[in-house]
């Protein structure tokens, strides 16, 4: 596609209806976020501002860095070898990219769900109360307190809840992503980070989970990456399309879906390329 | 004829079908056969093993008949007849035959064939086994009153009971009652085991309380200089409290002595075909029954107890005959010390390799030396292991704290624990290599998720890692503990000996004694087969005792399969 005929606005500029809109703030600002993986550019310049307690959908096509991009925020890109970043991420005022930072720290505010569910081979109890013995926490009483209160949030709990002692490997994969998410806000996190968590599920399993989506919104921020535009268009209230590694435009998701500023956007929304 | 051209719209030239006779390899499988081949050549070769040992390892404690051979010059010979032979009589054997003997042989184009008997009375006759060629022999009979004696000393006796005296009174075999024998061999026996039980046990607590004086005088001196008033206080401790001592071990010899002298009062005369006879204590026969005289019961009874004497008794005769209890308790020992080294030294490089370390030049290089390690011969590891743990580090243990045992060695010799310390050694290159495995098989997804949840780099290993590579970790030990139990070259030079009958477990302090050299059935059957005065009589006790080791590994691995299964089964359950 032509990209010198569009115009290069790479940074979002709010709109003043989306201003309106906000009410709660910013809780994630990303500025001039550079990425390589060794001589390879992932991520070029990406500015944007995530806010609070909103479902925010990050889309584009495949290997556009929309889940590298999702992945640095809690910054699981550690693990790889040869990665170089530049640029800065702070997460209510704390630079997260700060030498000295608490990662560990950093992690238990921001849980996380996978594209494929990953339940721990254990019990659907220590599943969901992971984040709560790796902080050390040995109070049953708590323990369960903790595991009902993110099951129900997670709206697995009345499926689950005579067989809390079972296999987590043993649910289907729908109940199994239910299960990480379950697992994901048992920590009580600010921001939930989800990398495609529908792709691997059938379409009842995906409703549900978009469902639940909807019904987290508001205690949570939701930054979700997929691949499926009609899923950003029916439970995100902001959109990012990411193109080759770089923000092709960040706004409402109503605007971005109706009357977009960009042509590549448009072409993508409206299905032309992607 | 003619051909009639099918006459039609012209059809544009296609490059031509591939033609399936023309290439095999395109629509058969040209190399089934080899592999099928390759793997049935495998299988016969095992099962044709394992048939070879069980055959041999089960038939060897089987009664057997005493065959009474009289040969043609009418000299009469006794024993138990095993395999036959054909061989070529020599010229100077054939002049020695008489003439119909020597059309015999002719007749078969000089051959002939012989068989092996044992003939026991090794103490009369010098020899246990005696071929006998075929054509020497003019009838072969089974008499009823034919015993096979099995004997503490000199290996069986082949021939007949005469006579039997208890306390001076002596009744020949025909005036004994039946079951007579068998309950004085039980009485006489009882003696024996009081005997020994008396020197071995009871004053050998004497004479390690003894030593243990001793060595708290030598350790004084030492301490403080021979002369120094604690030299001396020490001395004279010692020696108040070694009048007690020597008191108890004159009562425990004079008592070993009354029973010794009512011992040799029972004895037994044996007769054997050629006229010869023996009297010796009853209590020096381990077994005796009429071997042509059995009924399958009976036969079943010497079968078992011959087994169960095998299993838990000493040897004796160098090693040729008895039990293989230490050989057992050795190799077992070995191997579990040998696993509790490794298991947790192999686990935590491997974890530091795979999990740590920044995978690079340097890493690969470590990771390929490992793998080469276990390629090095293992005598070289044994020497490793002498030299090192035995002479450096033993020696060390000793003069820091056995000084007042030296210059005899107490760890800086051979012992238990260097030999499963070299096993370890040999064997932790396995382990790291089948651990790095697992460590990769665990899914990345897994890791992930739980580090997002905020857990640590040593949580994530800890509570996902590991236990999910517990299966695979666990099929290294099992290869490791299977290298380990059937090496024997290393164990040579580092502690295993032909007789320790010395458990390394005992009810002195401290119990467990490390520094004990031990007895391996492996070595064992080295010995048994290849180092004892009659390798004859050793052959039956190598395929037993290998038919014993083959049992111990399978028994240990199973063990070691069942729990990693069981583990297995908490990972597979259903995925979607």
Redesign the interface.
Known sequence: MDAAATTTRDAFEPTEYHQAKSSQGEIIEIKDFNLWYGQAQALHDVNMTIEKGMVTALIGPSGCGKSTLLRCL?R?ND?I?NLKIKGRMTMDGMDIYAPGVDV??L??R???V?Q?P????KSIFENVV??L???GVRDRRELEEACRRSLEAAALWDEVKERLED?A??L??GQQQRL?IA??IA?DPDVL?MDEPCSALDPIATSRIEELIDELRGTYTIIIVTHNMQQAARISQNTAFMYLGRLIEYGQTEVMFTSPFQRRTQDYVTGRFG | MTVIEPKGPEVPAKRPRRAHAAELSAFGEPFLWAHGGALAIGIVLIIGFLVLVLWNGIATFWPRPVAVVTLEDGSLVAGEPSRTEPFRPGPELLSSLSETQRQTVAAADGWAERRLYRIGNYDLYNEDFRWIADYAVARVDYPPEMVFVERLEWGPFVGMVQALAVGGETRTAASLRPGELQSELAKAQDRWQRIRHIERSLIGAVNHEMERERLAVRRAILDHGAGSPAALAAQAAAERRMKPLEERYQALAAEARAIKDADAAVTITLADVGGRDKTMPLSQVVRIYAANDLSLIEKLGVYVSRWWEFLSEEPREANTEGGVFPAIFGTFAMTLLMVIVVAPFGVITALYLREYA??GRLVSIVRISVNNLAGVPSIVYGVFGLGFFAYILGGSIDDLFYPERLPSPTFGTGGLLWASLTLALLTVPVVIVATEEALAAV?R????????????KW?TIR??VL??AMPGILTGLILAMARGAGEVAPLMLVGVVKLAPELPIDGYFPYVHLERSFMHLGFHIYDVGFQSRNSEAGKPMVFVTTLLLIGLVAAMNATAIVIRNRLKR??A????
């Open positions: 809690n699981m693990l070898d560990i720290g992690r238990k921001m849980g996380m996978f494929k990953n339940p721990f081979p992971y984040p013995r790796v902080d296999n490997l043993g289907s994969g990480c697992r994901a920590s980070l | 920044k995978q899914p997804s897994m890791r992930e998720g739980s580090l997002a949840c905020g857990a640590s949580q509570n996902i236990p999910r908490k990972f359950v259903g995925h979607f």
